[in-house]
């Protein structure tokens, strides 16, 4: 899925391995950086191709996609070049790099330390709106700052992890998994408008805790990625969340199977036929946004 190398969406593993196994696998690495290029020039033609006419291929380009987000799909596209010589992580470390150098507004320097690789996918996530994300990063509790860090910063992929300098040391340590992919993560900060980007960075923290909580840090699982869907408050504003408690209901994050989890609205009644039919699930706490101005 290029969107999600485009926006920062996923770790590297969930974009990249089964794309890089076939390369090696298939072809036995005779594939070279002009052959992937070709690919990626045939799906950018291949997304115009989707509407019904040549002309309606070419509007696509023009109302539907905003300069911007055309220009970081065509930008990536050197970048992705490279994974026919590279790893997965390393391709989307260098990506993620030249992503916040070149950043209008500029973003500050590049980010060293824990919350450098969060920060640099925050910044592609939040496209327009992420001067705004990142300044309110700094003013998160060290609780969610360390969440975000801890759980922005696997790759998915055996073996590999970002540069030492980029994130926190027990992530290069351990190198433990599963690592999470959250669905619908960028539509989520680019769909600020006037809310409060603390708060989104607040939500996003607590569907991180809710995920390692149903699925606890493996060795074993140091290669499986976990998608987080949270397709159900993407546009929602958080005061929309927030009223959900006022009446009387929750928002959950649902695990559906062993890959896949969903957040949900719930009433109290729905959640006690969870528990009853055993059910796993982690209820989202927004009670600090309360907090927030």
Same mark, same amino acid.
């Given at each position: 899925n290029h969107g999600w190398f485009v926006q920062a969406e996923a770790p590297p593993g969930a974009i990249f391995t089964c794309f890089r196994e076939a390369i090696i696998r298939d072809h036995k690495s005779e594939i070279g950086q002009r052959d992937v290029a070709l690919y990626f020039v045939h799906w950018l033609s291949d997304l115009a191709g989707a509407e019904p006419t040549p002309l309606a291929g070419c509007e696509k380009f023009v109302t539907k996609f905003p300069l911007p987000v055309l220009n970081s799909f065509l930008r990536s596209f050197s970048f992705i070049e490279q994974i026919a010589t590279q790893t997965e992580t390393q391709v989307m470390e260098d990506y993620l790099k030249i992503r916040w150098q070149e950043h209008e507004p500029s973003l500050g320097p590049l980010p060293t330390g824990d919350s450098a690789i969060a920060k640099m996918r925050l910044a592609c996530m939040?496209?327009?709106?992420?001067?705004?994300?990142?300044?309110? /990063? &700094? #003013? $998160? +509790?060290?609780?969610?700052? *360390?969440?975000?860090?801890? *759980?922005? #910063? %696997?790759? @998915?992929?055996?073996?590999?992890?970002? +540069?030492?300098?980029?994130? %926190?040391?027990?992530?290069?340590?351990?190198?433990?998994? %599963?690592? /999470? $992919?959250?669905?619908? @993560? %960028?539509?989520? /900060?680019? #769909?600020l408008g006037n809310d409060s980007p603390l708060k989104r960075l607040c939500v996003l923290a607590d569907i991180y805790r809710c995920a390692r909580e149903l699925w606890p840090s493996s060795i074993a699982k140091v290669n499986t990625n976990v998608t987080i869907r949270i397709d159900v408050i993407k @546009? $929602? +504003?958080?005061? &929309?969340?927030?009223?959900? #408690?006022?009446?009387? &209901?929750?928002?959950?994050? $649902?695990?559906?199977? *062993?890959t896949e989890a969903f957040v949900e609205r719930s009433s109290k009644k729905k959640l006690n036929k969870l528990i009853a039919s055993g059910q796993q699930f982690q209820v989202l706490d927004l009670s600090s946004l309360a907090a927030i101005s």
């Amino acid at each position: 899925n290029h969107g999600w190398f485009v926006q920062a969406e996923a770790p590297p593993g969930a974009i990249f391995t089964c794309f890089r196994e076939a390369i090696i696998r298939d072809h036995k690495s005779e594939i070279g950086q002009r052959d992937v290029a070709l690919y990626f020039v045939h799906w950018l033609s291949d997304l115009a191709g989707a509407e019904p006419t040549p002309l309606a291929g070419c509007e696509k380009f023009v109302t539907k996609f905003p300069l911007p987000v055309l220009n970081s799909f065509l930008r990536s596209f050197s970048f992705i070049e490279q994974i026919a010589t590279q790893t997965e992580t390393q391709v989307m470390e260098d990506y993620l790099k030249i992503r916040w150098q070149e950043h209008e507004p500029s973003l500050g320097p590049l980010p060293t330390g824990d919350s450098a690789i969060a920060k640099m996918r925050l910044a592609c996530m939040a496209q327009m709106n992420a001067n705004a994300v990142i300044k309110a /990063f &700094d #003013s $998160l +509790s060290e609780e969610d700052k *360390e969440m975000l860090n801890m *759980e922005m #910063s %696997p790759t @998915g992929c055996v073996g590999q992890s970002y +540069s030492a300098n980029l994130v %926190p040391k027990e992530v290069v340590a351990r190198c433990e998994g %599963p690592a /999470f $992919l959250v669905y619908y @993560g %960028p539509a989520f /900060f680019q #769909s600020l408008g006037n809310d409060s980007p603390l708060k989104r960075l607040c939500v996003l923290a607590d569907i991180y805790r809710c995920a390692r909580e149903l699925w606890p840090s493996s060795i074993a699982k140091v290669n499986t990625n976990v998608t987080i869907r949270i397709d159900v408050i993407k @546009g $929602l +504003s958080t005061a &929309d969340m927030q009223e959900t #408690s006022v009446r009387g &209901d929750v928002w959950m994050l $649902l695990k559906h199977n *062993e890959t896949e989890a969903f957040v949900e609205r719930s009433s109290k009644k729905k959640l006690n036929k969870l528990i009853a039919s055993g059910q796993q699930f982690q209820v989202l706490d927004l009670s600090s946004l309360a907090a927030i101005s």
